[in-house]
């Protein structure tokens, strides 16, 4: 039996949290895999640094070495103390040099630099893991084997070779019992260089390695106990979700849930992986199991989650509709922005985008690129925030639009834009960001129960 387990920045982000992460890893002796991220604070120390250039560079490295070291020196000792202060110095040498002769006009630089931390845990937790007795080693992405495609910092697992590179470089290490530690966050490109996942990566990292080498669970440890029926902050009686699907765990994480990254089901998905989120903070905790199948329940919603901070921008055009083109050339210009679209609606002579209030400056700049002829006018509706009201096979429970947009009046909000159809557990809306919590709230008093 396999294992994949994550833990993220929180999970290693003490030497209390590193030991508690360790024994959790060694509590069974079957067969794991660790992924971990990088300390907490790290990666945005790093990023900082590269946003201003490469001023600071001894700053940030001393930085790093007291942040380790304090903790190696807390749960490390002896000759296993010194093997890992070698490698760990071998590794901040590596960094070091990287940041004062790097080539910053290189796009996979930043990929690179931000990806360092998670070298740093992997190589702190496995040796933690060898002080408290389970045989450990720590592999980086390049010698994991696992490959990704790309665009810096949006790159895409290649899972067939990644599943061919771990034959050769993890499934050895599992059947004489040692845990391989690996880096989470990012893949070696083709020509091998590291490329990003995105931030928060290191979940569909530990998604991949799940996949590719057949795993028969992931669980992803973090500092919450699971999927809520609610934000608790904004829902005080919010109730824990003892078990979910994979669609409906994948419509709350894209739409706000920040419990999991978006992109972490789909690996899993694919292989009917159960993934379970459970707290490292409270391991005796059930959290949340997801899979494939989900016994049903009476009640219309399992579960509320809002994305704020967004804006409705629509363009007008003389009959956009019988001109498809129009429509292409459109979107075109917002993906030359590199701007994220969540929702889109058309009617006679509009489109209709949701996007996010940050973005709505590059976008209109990349818009007033088409020509004048063609776009008659554009208006743009900021402080706008998505609902996505999430309930198992919920598009087909008849009238359940008509219940949910009943207490959405009940509320007193008007429904600016609509997304419903492209989920069957999910219906996704837009209103105005200053109801969006009267709405969560008589929706989750409604028909979470």
């Keep these: 039996m396999i294992t994949v ?31 971990v991220s990088a300390m907490t604070g790290v990666t945005n ?37 010194k093997s890992f202060t070698a490698e760990f110095n071998e590794r901040m040498d590596t960094l070091r040099s990287l940041l004062t002769t790097g080539a910053y006009d290189d796009p996979c630089f930043k990929d690179n630099i931000s990806s360092q931390g998670e070298r740093f845990s992997s190589l702190m937790l496995a ?78 990292s530990a998604a991949v390695v799940a996949n590719c080498l057949d795993a028969d669970c992931l669980e992803i440890w973090t500092d919450v106990d699971g999927f809520m ?14 078990e979910m699907n994979f669609g409906e765990a994948a419509e709350l994480a894209y739409f706000g ?27 005796e905790n059930q959290g949340t199991l997801i899979h494939h199948l989900r016994a049903r329940k009476n009640e219309l919603l399992r579960c509320v989650a809002m994305k704020a901070d967004l804006s409705i921008i629509t363009i007008s055009s003389s009959e956009i509709a019988y001109r498809p083109r129009m429509v292409a050339r459109i979107i075109d210009k917002i993906a030359d922005a590199g701007v994220t679209v969540y929702a889109i609606s058309t009617s ?28 008659e006018r554009i208006e743009v509706k900021s402080n706008m925030a998505m609902i996505c009201a999430v309930g198992d096979d919920l598009l087909q429970r008849c009238g359940a639009s008509a219940e949910i947009f009943g207490a959405v009046h009940e509320a007193g909000a008007n429904v600016e834009l609509i997304s419903e159809g492209a989920s069957e557990v999910s219906l996704n809306f837009v209103v105005p960001s200053s109801m969006a919590l009267d709405v969560i709230r008589t929706l989750h008093r409604k028909f979470v129960k």
């Design 257 to 283: 849930a920040k419990v999991l990254h978006p992109r972490t089901v789909e690996p899993v998905r694919m292989k009917h992986i159960p993934l379970k989120v459970k707290n490292s903070f409270k391991p």
């Design 229 to 242: 029926s609610a934000d608790p902050r904004m829902v005080p009686e919010a109730i824990m979700i003892e």
């Design 45 to 81: 120390r790093l990023v900082q640094l590269l946003d201003t250039g490469n001023a600071g560079v001894d700053e940030v490295v001393t930085f790093l070495v007291e942040k380790h070291m304090s903790v190696a020196k807390e749960l490390i000792s002896g000759k296993l103390l």
């Design 127 to 204: 040796y933690v893991l060898r002080s408290i007795g389970r045989e450990s080693v720590a592999l980086t992405s390049e010698e994991a084997g696992i490959y990704a495609t790309g665009d810096p910092g949006l790159g895409t697992a290649d899972l067939r070779m990644t599943a061919e590179g771990m034959r050769t470089s993890v499934r050895p290490l599992l059947l004489r019992n040692i845990v391989p530690v690996i880096t989470g966050f990012y893949g070696r490109s083709s020509d091998g260089k590291p490329l990003t996942f995105g931030r928060g990566g290191s979940d569909y």
């Design 5 to 35: 387990l994550k833990f993220g920045g929180t999970s290693v982000g003490t030497a209390e949290a590193f030991l508690r992460s360790a024994k959790i890893i060694a509590s069974d002796d079957g067969g794991r895999v660790v992924v």
């Design 348 to 375: 006679l002579s509009t489109v209709a985008l949701l996007i996010n209030n940050p973005d709505v400056k590059i976008t209109l700049k990349h818009l007033n690129i088409l020509a004048p002829d063609d776009i």
